[in-house]
Nanobody, 123 residues
């Protein structure tokens, strides 16, 4: 059974850090690019960061570039999102997603999704 399980969300003050983790089950993780997306209330789901199936290529949304870092461990079937210098506008439900081979910025092109983990940044 395919599952993506996110963890690591929580409440943090502005300027703080969180590390999100996503564990993958039921598919060949190393064949899939991984992405992190987020969705705030009343807004569309947006791309945050992506990493290729080998881990050699990454991409970030402009709003998080130089603050967030995506990484993966294919031996442990996990993808991480290190979030530093958090801002109140980073508050959202964060999802990880898997796409066979190449990553894109478009959520509709991903094959599998987790249930999300809430990140709340207070000012």
């Amino acid at each position: 059974q395919v599952r993506l399980v996110e963890s690591g969300g929580g409440l943090v003050q502005a300027g703080g850090s969180l590390r999100l983790s996503c564990a993958a089950y039921g598919f060949t993780f190393s064949d899939y690019a991984m992405g992190w997306f987020r969705q705030a209330p009343g807004k569309e789901r947006e791309f945050v960061a992506g990493i290729s199936w080998t881990g050699s290529s990454t991409r970030y949304a402009f709003s998080v570039k130089d603050r967030f870092t995506i990484s993966r461990d294919n031996a442990k079937n996990t993808v991480l999102l290190q979030m530093n210098s958090l801002k109140p506008e980073d508050t959202a439900l964060y999802y990880c997603a898997a796409r066979f081979r190449g990553f894109t910025n478009f959520p509709q092109e991903y094959d599998y999704w987790g249930q999300g983990t809430q990140v709340t940044v207070s000012s």
